[in-house]
């Protein structure tokens, strides 16, 4: 099983919570990718994990904060599939592994739930150094049952090593245009 025991509530509850998904053709069946969003509400990494898991079946490995590691090793790395953000390096590599094992990657450059202008360009960087495309997708989230809607972008290919930057905020740029296009 993808996700071990979740999938029992995982389905009910996102089918309960998502009023709709728009561009499911776009997440590739037969390639790696880097999951990149927008992050408003806790429950985000659920919402595009259902959505890739309706096509895939495949787990997304979320860069997570360190605060949720009180839930211990097991759930939190082998049950929920995060990765744990103790060290910058240490997550980057681990990252990189997974991408290269042919495993998907989500990423929140935004990192905490407020939108910034300054986004983390770790997206970016990893989509270079790893050759792997980039899947936007704008989240529109909300706590309120049938409100949440996911709009998922074609894939992004990046090949320019300079001004990680500037790609990183045009990246952040087309994710919320995605959000707020429907």
Known sequence: MTYPITKLWFYPFNWMMVRRIK???????????IAVSNHEKLVDPLYIIYAILQKLNKKVHF???????????TICRQWAGC???????????????????????????????????????GAVRLAIETNTPILPIGV???YIPFSSTLN???????KNKKNIERQTL?????????????
Not at 63 to 73: C, I, R, Y
Not at 83 to 111: D, M
Not at 153 to 158: A, H, M, Q, R, V
Not at 172 to 182: A, I
Request: hydrophobic share 35%.
């Open 23 to 33: 561009g499911m053709e776009n997440i590739p069946n037969d390639k790696r990718f």
């Open 63 to 73: 860069l997570s904060s360190a605060k949720w590691w009180f839930l211990g090793e």
């Open 83 to 121: 990765i744990p953000l103790f060290n910058k390096k240490q997550a980057f590599e681990e990252s990189k592994q997974l991408l290269k094992s042919g495993e998907i990657v989500g990423i929140f450059p935004e990192g905490g739930l407020k939108k910034t202008k300054n986004p983390k360009t």
């Open 140 to 142: 529109k989230s909300s």
């Open 152 to 158: 998922i972008g074609k894939l992004t290919y990046i």
């Open 170 to 182: 045009e990246l952040m740029k087309h994710v919320y245009e995605l959000r707020n296009s429907g």
